[in-house]
């Protein structure tokens, strides 16, 4: 009995959502194991102000795939371990910006390169040209999903 085609396509779906927790996973392990103070969503908060300096909290979900309100929650978090700093928007008070504190930046600094090295495992015995493959099909895949 042949397998039908949307079965097929279904199989690629499940591949990418099995790998993309796998990564995420290795990841998690790789942090406790390091003895790391932040948890990978958390980092991922860190680098990304670190890159842009200062951000209001809407754009930073957004940059992170994250709903705000866990966002939120995540930058509770982050402020009680004194790693980023809150901010009232001058033009707009119902906005609120979020900065690393020198505290914050250091963290980044000193995880950064082993945080390279555990994303980097998953990449191991890939060419160029399959990097180039993936985000080009990874980008089709997205922009076939947009509304």
């Not at 932040?38 to 909290?57: F, G, M, R």
């Not at 866990?70 to 009232?88: A, G, H, P």
Request: glycine residues 2%; hydrophobic residues 40%.
């Amino acid at each position: 009995m042949a397998i039908p085609e949307e079965d097929i396509y279904s199989n690629y779906s499940f591949l990418l959502e099995k790998t993309n927790k796998k990564i995420k996973q290795y990841a998690k392990q790789q942090f406790r194991a390091l003895g790391f103070e932040v948890t990978v969503d958390q980092w991922a908060v860190l680098k990304i102000l670190a890159e842009h300096t200062t951000l209001n909290q809407v754009t930073l979900a957004q940059l992170i795939h994250k709903d705000t309100p866990t966002v939120t929650r995540i930058l509770d978090l982050l402020s009680q371990k004194d790693l980023i700093l809150r901010q009232y928007d001058e033009t707009d008070r119902r906005k609120i910006n979020v900065c690393l504190t020198s505290s914050g930046m250091e963290t980044v600094n000193n995880m950064l390169p082993e945080v390279r090295k555990i994303r980097m495992h998953a990449w191991q015995h890939l060419s160029e040209d399959d990097f180039k493959q993936f985000v080009r099909i990874l980008n089709t895949i997205y922009d076939n999903l947009k509304p």
